[in-house]
């Protein structure tokens, strides 16, 4: 028996997707999402439901369906005793169980255009944080120190702003954001591609679990082991539960966090944030070229919003048939003036950390005085910079230089 905590829909989906350990019908392979989303489209066409094929008409039913694999259809529903003692091995370990029959499973991935959605999800912690949206962070597993300081700023605002913060638990920048962002006492919801139940006893995440700051969850089985294909398949979750997702590095062409940004740009129509300053990998300078918006102060401006709200900032973000860029709904077509100034201006800030005047600036940074100043000016009355007094001169200073 399965536990009454699962509904029939929940328990009948489990038994055709899920795992439950080497002893389990070893033989039978589990449904795809798109072969489990075939019987539900055609239970459906036939009136029936899901919680009918646990039942002597259904089963005949389904005898006659003509659908694919139903020999091992009928196998993978009759594994009810292996489903309960793995249910009772995970609830014992506070894990649960949603499938897309549950109210608390994303609406987000339920209604992803040209998705199909995991039937089931695994997790542990407060399920709520699943629906809430918030800022993504990925990167690359190996990275130099400033994109690790980098990594951890970006965590620390986030929680500094109320946001979540939506990571994949990998080892480098989705480590160092999650980390900063739990012990500045934000929230988290971190999607995981290995095993839920090692990283449900980590160290690291014991207090946001215990105060119910962190959610962990992944569409593969709870004790799966580290795979290349996993990692890769869980990318798209990180951008489709964000509200928008900050690239902090990656290689040019090739790794996760690049398939990741450009099936994001491009399939998944998902806000893309790149980190642009002076030490950026090329794969950043690329990535910008591909759709990615320039990463700004401008930023931190705003409320996590969904992607239909978000600002234009950068005219590779899109382009219509005539080569022109259309801007957001609500906002103003932006120019070549504004979009330089959204890129430079992450590099004034890094560099204004202490006071300088303008002609000590335009020769560090081999730029005309006159553009600028004109920059200077604007970062000034945008509330990114402060104006000081550099001895007898007017100088500028960053009103707040953690930001980068």
């Excluded at 370990?93 to 039937?119: C, F, K």
């Excluded at 082991?225 to 489709?240: D, E, Q």
Aim: aromatic share 6%.
């Amino acid at each position: 028996m399965a536990p009454p905590s699962l509904c029939e829909d929940t328990q009948v989906t489990l038994l055709l997707c899920g795992r439950f350990g080497p002893s389990a019908a070893p033989s039978v392979k589990p449904l795809t999402p798109t072969e489990y989303h075939q019987v539900e489209t055609r239970l459906g066409h036939d009136k029936k439901t899901l919680k009918d094929l646990l039942t002597p008409s259904g089963q005949k039913w389904l005898q006659g369906s003509g659908l694919p694999r139903l020999p091992e259809i009928l196998l993978l529903l009759h594994r009810g005793a292996a489903m309960a003692l793995a249910l009772e091995k995970w609830e014992s370990q506070n894990l649960w169980t949603l499938s897309v029959h549950d109210a608390e499973y994303p609406t987000r991935l339920r209604q992803a255009p040209g998705l199909s959605a995991p039937p089931i999800l695994y997790g542990a912690g407060n399920r709520a944080l699943l629906s809430q949206g918030g800022v993504g962070a990925v990167g690359s597993r190996d990275l130099d120190e400033p994109s690790a300081h980098y990594a951890r700023a970006l965590g620390k605002n986030v929680a500094k702003k109320g946001w979540t913060l939506v990571s994949g638990g990998a080892k480098g920048v989705d480590t160092l954001a999650m980390e900063a962002a739990l012990l500045a006492g934000g929230a988290g919801l971190c999607i995981l591609a290995d095993s839920l139940i090692k990283a449900s006893v980590k160290s690291s995440y014991r207090t946001g679990l215990l105060e119910e700051r962190l959610v962990l969850v992944t569409p593969y089985y709870p004790e799966a082991t580290f795979s290349v294909g996993n990692a890769m398949g869980r990318n798209k979750f990180i951008y489709l539960l964000a509200d928008r997702t900050v690239v902090v590095c990656s290689r040019a062409g090739s790794g996760g966090t690049w398939e990741g940004a450009i099936e994001a740009l491009e399939r998944l129509k998902r806000p893309v944030y790149v980190r642009m300053d002076e030490r950026v990998t090329e794969g950043n300078r690329l990535l910008i070229e591909r759709g990615g918006l320039p990463m700004s102060p401008a930023f931190w401006k705003e409320t996590a919003r969904p992607v239909e709200d978000e600002p234009t900032v950068t005219p590779q973000a899109a382009s219509s048939s005539n080569g022109t860029t259309p801007s957001a709904p609500g906002h103003p077509e932006p120019n070549s003036s504004s979009i330089i100034y959204e890129v430079v201006l992450p590099i004034l800030i890094k560099q204004l950390k202490e006071a300088d005047t303008p002609n000590a600036l335009s020769a560090q940074l081999d730029i005309q005085p006159s553009q600028l100043k004109l920059w200077l000016d604007r970062a000034v009355q945008d509330g990114h910079l402060q104006i000081k007094k550099v001895g007898r001169s007017k100088g500028y200073i960053a009103a707040n230089p953690t930001l980068f």
